[in-house]
């Protein structure tokens, strides 16, 4: 029998990567904005670095993926179902880029400085100083940040539905495991 289509290698590293940080980020973030004292600036300080680098990563994977098709989905899949996929991973993307962004334009918007490890790295303001702004896109990343929680929750019940209800190598095609068809 043929083994199922997989991810490259690079695409399931870059994916399991990001599925780490990505919740370290979200539990960061709901620990940070409950915390005061020296939790929230230890908190702050893993935060800001670990956002932009789920940025740069986004962005790498997103021009990878647009270069390197995905392993087909099976052709039995409900089109509804599909349809789901293709939309929830758009939406992945979208959110992996724009939480990052909204919560760097927040920063700027608050006049804070940007640092990335320590003071060595500041990052530029992409936004002018204004309060009221800085307050809206604090709403809208805590948002954004909730859609994404959820999101990956969608996302992780899919994954265990293909790999334990279908047993139709859609899972195994991001862990690597070669499975028959």
Known sequence: MKPAPSFSPL???????????ILSMLFIGVFMASSLGPSYHRLVSLH???????LVLALLRLIYRLRHAPPPLPSDLPSVLKLAAKGS?????????????????MLSAGGYPIPLWGNGVLLPSILPHNPALWSWLRSIHTILAFTLFGLVLAHIGA???????????????????????
């Not at 800001?48 to 789920?54: D, E, F, H, S, V």
């Not at 991973?89 to 334009?105: D, E, Q, R, T």
């Open 159 to 181: 994954a265990l539905f293909h790999g334990l209800i279908r047993r139709d190598g859609v899972l195994e095609s991001m862990t690597g495991r070669k499975t028959p068809l």
């Open 11 to 21: 695409a399931r590293v870059l994916h399991w990567l990001m599925a780490v940080m």
């Open 48 to 54: 800001r670095p670990l956002g932009i680098a789920i």
């Open 89 to 105: 991973h758009i939406l992945l993307y979208a959110l992996m880029i724009a939480l990052p962004l909204v919560g760097w334009g």
